[in-house]
């Protein structure tokens, strides 16, 4: 009897830590949008930092990610994407959020 309560009991702490765990954390970057031709698509452009190996300085790099847009974005819109699953060939990023809006 103190078995089976002790197996339910270990039962019951499994089952709540899968729940409580949630998936891994999503990368999210802040960019640019540098195209929203395409339907339901912008191209976002993030720039980072590097430092130079001989130099000591820091250079710009800039990568180019397409990710879905729900929200609407323009071209010149600071946008937050996040990782995901994959949507097609080349969109693996999704906008969630449109931080600050292009000036006109």
């Known amino acids: 009897m ?25 990368s999210t970057k802040v960019g640019t949008v540098a195209s929203d031709k395409m339907t339901k698509t912008v191209v976002v452009r993030v720039d980072r930092l ?3 190996r001989k ?4 250079v710009r790099r800039t990568s180019n990610f397409m990710a ?3 929200l609407g974005a323009t071209v ?7 990782e ?8 693996r990023w999704r906008v969630i959020e ?3 809006k292009a000036a006109k």
Do not use: F, M
Request: no cysteine.
């Open 55 to 58: 130099y000591r300085r820091y």
């Open 98 to 100: 449109i931080v600050q």
């Open 2 to 26: 103190a078995e089976n309560q002790e197996n339910e009991s270990a039962n019951e702490v499994a089952a709540a830590s899968e729940t409580k765990t949630s998936r891994a954390n999503r």
């Open 50 to 52: 590097v430092r130079h």
């Open 76 to 82: 010149g819109d600071k946008v937050r994407i996040v």
């Open 68 to 70: 879905h847009d729900e």
């Open 84 to 91: 995901t699953r994959p949507l097609s060939a080349r969109k």
